[in-house]
């Protein structure tokens, strides 16, 4: 397949899958798909199933738009499958997707290079029933799951239980092992990065509880604060610490770096949480927020994922 770029191609938009984060996937891959025709491309909309090869292989697409969030569109399955069918497609690719997933894999390829990351232990959901892993509060998440899905803020209140009673709804129900890292105080921020460009930085204020998915993904749930009202450090901070995590994973197209800035610490409060290299494409998603506030509508957003993708696959 020539590398050579073209005014108009046809575009498998890949969306939905089996994952936690189904419902957002399909948001994310209907605005795509609208933002693609409307600037004349070809599309053909994939809502995968077990037999996403073989519609691919039908459609024989110039290239494919990523559009999935979560296992196995996040986590380097749907990338190594792309690479062996020969099929170019957008954001990372399957070494980048396996690592960023992982938040242990994360953690080992960042904090070596200096990247403040929470510390942190993997521990088994069934020693939670006998004692904590960590002082409290702590937070516990799935290690490869993204959107917020799974995770608990143990406080030292005994929100649920002391120890976690093992009848009490948590992530330890549905997973056999989790993450326990301590818990930052503070604020919600996120920078998006666009090649090798951050966007911007966005603090994010729930109306209740934290931002989970939930409050990620129900309009009204959430307040956005664009340009986030931090330090002039901070805000950099956040931006160059974003850019080389990009950089560090190998991230291609559009990332997503996500922190927590305990305020009272100045920049040494300041955490990468994780990368997120599917970012969310919907009406309520951070990174097509931040490209507007650039001056970037979401069509040309779409098509300069496009291109950076069409550029990488010409290297």
Partial sequence: MSGALKTTLHIAVLMGGWSAEREVSLMSGAGVSDALESLGH??????????????????????????????PGEDGSIQGMLDLMGLRYTHSGMVTSVIAIDKVLTKQALV???????GGRIVRSADLFAGDPLKRPYVLKPVNEGSSVGIAIVTEDGNYGNPIGRDVAGPWQDFEELLAEPYVRGRELTTAVLGDTALGVTELRPKSGFYDYDAKYTDGMTEHLFPAPIPDDIAAACKRIAIEAHRLLGCKGCSRADFRWDDECGEDGL??????????????SLVPEQARHAGMSYPELVQRIVDEAIRDSAR
């Fill in 42 to 71: 070809r599309v053909t909309r994939i809502d995968m199933g077990r037999d996403v090869a073989l519609r691919l292989a039908e459609a024989k697409p110039d290239l494919v738009f990523n559009a999935l969030h979560g296992t």
């Fill in 271 to 284: 955490f990468l949480l994780e990368v997120n290299t599917q970012p969310g494409m919907t009406p309520l």
């Fill in 112 to 118: 070596p290079h200096g990247i403040p990351m929470p």
